[in-house]
């Protein structure tokens, strides 16, 4: 129940994705909070307001000039009666009013009456994405403070196009809200944390590339844990298709060198956690154009150097922080591996997993790590990839403090 009495007024606007927001309102009952909706007029023509009050079991506010609702709440108290207000999913129009100002129906007049956070879940045609007037729409409200989830990357539900602007899911629309309103202990308060996440590209020519099977999905859990504990934190992401985590600024990248710039350019840090699966080895040159295949010719030989090691540099670097935390991925001699990553790299503890296909741990929602330090080797049992997340950010906030 971690939202537990936390009351969340969840404004739906009128976007194709307003049927997630069923699902949505379960999700966060389930947590333990208490939902109240609004919806705009167009959100009622997607879902109707006894299915919305119903889910929440409460009244659906949709009027501004209701004369009971605001004898008996009123726009103000709606506004203020919460811990948060969830905008899911937010229109384009919804958010072009909140950026200007406008208040010309209930939904927009609580967003310029609210003092509360507030939390906004894009939803829209990617082109209606890209478009120079959203894009300045979403940067405005991102300085007035508003903090977003999503969109993602994907098919649109009515359209047939696919693109960046869905709905984010429900789970990571309650995993962002978790962590918006969570008042629990914060031992990593003020700490400056980095973690890097993901695969990387290592371009063989500007169409093909050298790739793993990491998801992201452990590295960037312990970011979102991390954050969750205090600290700030900076996730160096390689190309994944999963959504940022929520209260961490991200920062992209598709390349090792790319990454290793990225990291060292972020230090000084008191922590880094790299848990990236960095390509060991890159195309010594890769081609300006597309090689083209050659008839008759066998194919291009491929040429590879060795690509920086991140761990190393990070862990011997001037501005080391004081905790390095390594991962370790392999399929063989887990442990010996392992420890002798540890006293090479530089790194006070080593989270050693057995990546091997059969375990389906690369790209699994599942994964069973060793931890390796100069006080041994701890066994942990097979956990999700966020209890892994949330024991190690623990522990992590354990070590540092010791
Ligand atoms: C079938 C259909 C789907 C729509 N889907 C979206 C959407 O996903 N996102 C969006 O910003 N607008 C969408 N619109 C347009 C909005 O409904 C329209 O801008 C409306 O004025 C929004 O009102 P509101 O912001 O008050 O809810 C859609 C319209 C239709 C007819």
Redesign the pocket.
């Given at each position: 129940m971690t939202l537990a009495g936390k009351r969340i007024l969840l404004i739906?606007?009128?976007?194709?994705?307003?049927y997630k927001a069923l699902d949505l309102i379960r999700r966060l009952r389930e947590r333990g909070a208490a939902v109240r909706p609004l919806?705009?007029?167009?959100?009622q023509?997607?879902v109707t307001p006894l299915a919305v009050g119903a889910l929440a079991a409460d009244h659906v506010f949709t009027d501004l000039f209701s004369r009971e609702d605001e004898q008996d709440v009123g726009h103000i108290r709606l506004a203020r009666d919460c811990d948060l207000v969830l905008v899911a999913?937010?229109?384009?129009?919804?958010?072009?009013?909140m950026a200007n100002g406008l208040a010309n129906?209930l939904?927009?007049t609580v967003l310029l009456a609210t003092n509360r956070p507030v939390l906004v879940a894009?939803?829209?045609?990617p082109a209606?994405w890209a478009h120079p007037a959203t894009r300045r729409n979403v940067e405005t409200l991102r300085e007035d403070g508003i903090r977003f989830i999503g969109p993602e990357a994907g098919e649109?539900?009515?359209s047939g196009e696919a693109g960046l602007?869905r709905?984010a899911e429900p789970l990571a629309i309650a995993a962002a809200v978790e962590a918006l309103l969570d008042d629990g202990p914060k031992p990593l308060k003020g700490r400056r944390v980095i973690v890097t996440s993901g695969p990387t590209h290592e371009p063989i020519d500007p169409v093909r590339y050298i790739a793993n099977r990491s998801s992201g999905k452990q590295g960037h859990a312990i970011a979102a844990h991390l954050a969750r504990l205090g600290a700030d934190v900076t996730l160096v992401s390689g190309p994944v298709t999963i959504p940022d985590p929520a209260g961490v600024e991200v920062i992209r990248v598709e390349s090792a060198r790319e990454m290793l710039a990225a990291v060292t350019a972020a230090l000084p840090a008191d922590i880094g956690v790299f848990v990236a699966a960095v390509a060991d080895w890159r195309v010594a040159t890769s081609a300006d154009n597309k090689i083209k295949k050659k008839e008759g010719e066998g194919p291009a030989p491929l040429a590879l150097t060795e690509n920086p090691d991140i761990l190393k540099t990070v862990g011997h670097h001037e501005n080391r922080p004081r905790l390095v935390v390594g991962f370790a991925a392999e399929t063989a001699d887990v442990i010996a591996n392992a420890e002798a990553k540890l006293a090479r790299k530089g790194a006070d503890f080593i989270v050693a997993n057995d990546v091997s296909p059969a375990t389906g741990i690369m790209g699994g929602d599942r994964n069973r790590v060793r931890i390796v330090s100069k006080q041994g080797v701890e066994d942990w049992p097979d956990l999700s990839k966020d209890e892994v997340a949330e024991r190690l950010a623990a522990r992590i906030a354990e070590a540092f403090q010791a």
């Open positions: 739906i606007s009128g976007g194709i994705a307003a919806m705009t007029a167009a959100a023509e997607f999913p937010a229109t384009a129009d919804l958010m072009a009013k129906d939904a927009s894009p939803a829209m045609n209606m649109m539900a009515e602007g709905m």
